[in-house]
């Protein structure tokens, strides 16, 4: 929603922008759409999509459809950059938009900022966000840090575990863990990582 409003006056002040035609707005998302996270990404494309289905069904941007291209990246940062360059140069996007994951995320950063396109990531950004990449909520190391002393102060929880993905989305989460529990006092009782990408 906070995407969709700016696109107004983004797309009325950059008219002659690539991806921006007088009938036309070009966007582009890259999401796990194959592998294990797949059902963890898929909700959040499909809720997309029906946003700019009714915005389109409304008449658009200024007359403008939304044309939201998307790849697919099985959550895996080397096809998330490929995807990410193939939208920009190939198809010419406006922005993108969409993409969901910490490792993903940070592995494309570079070639954004290099790019200079806007990159609005889906949830939230990493904790060392870019120039051109704005999360859609809260760092996680910010989430990790909240849940973690809600648990222990108010839920009644008396020991804490941390269970993370061996990657960026797992240090960035154990930031907020461990400053938390550094407050608190309180050791953390066991960590235990897993591979992106499991099924185990």
């Not at 890259?30 to 959040?44: C, D, H, K, Q, T």
């Not at 069904?57 to 697919?72: Q, T």
């Not at 950004?125 to 704005?134: H, K, L, M, N, V």
């Amino acid at each position: 929603a906070a995407a969709i409003t700016m696109l107004p006056l983004v797309a009325q002040a950059q008219a002659q922008a690539p991806g921006v035609s007088k009938n036309e707005i070009k966007l582009g998302g890259v999401f796990a759409l194959s592998g294990p996270a797949r059902l963890i990404m898929e909700p959040y494309e499909q809720g997309i999509r029906i946003v700019f289905n009714k915005v389109n069904a409304d008449g658009g941007i200024h007359g403008r459809k939304i044309n939201w291209i998307l790849d697919d990246d099985g959550y895996q940062p080397a096809r998330t950059v490929a995807g990410v360059k193939k939208l920009v140069e190939r198809d010419n996007v406006f922005l993108l938009f969409g993409n969901l994951g910490t490792p993903t995320t940070k592995a494309a950063m570079p070639y954004v900022d290099q790019a200079k396109v806007p990159y609005f990531v889906a949830v939230a950004s990493p904790e060392a966000i870019s120039r051109y990449t704005f999360g859609l909520m809260a760092n996680y190391d910010q989430v990790m840090y909240q849940v973690p002393k809600y648990m222990l102060q108010k839920g009644g929880v008396k020991k804490l575990g941390y269970l993370y993905q061996n990657d960026d989305l797992g240090t960035v989460g154990r930031i907020g863990v461990e400053r938390a529990l550094k407050e608190l006092n309180m050791p953390l009782a066991a960590d235990v990582g897993y591979e992106r990408g499991t099924n185990d």
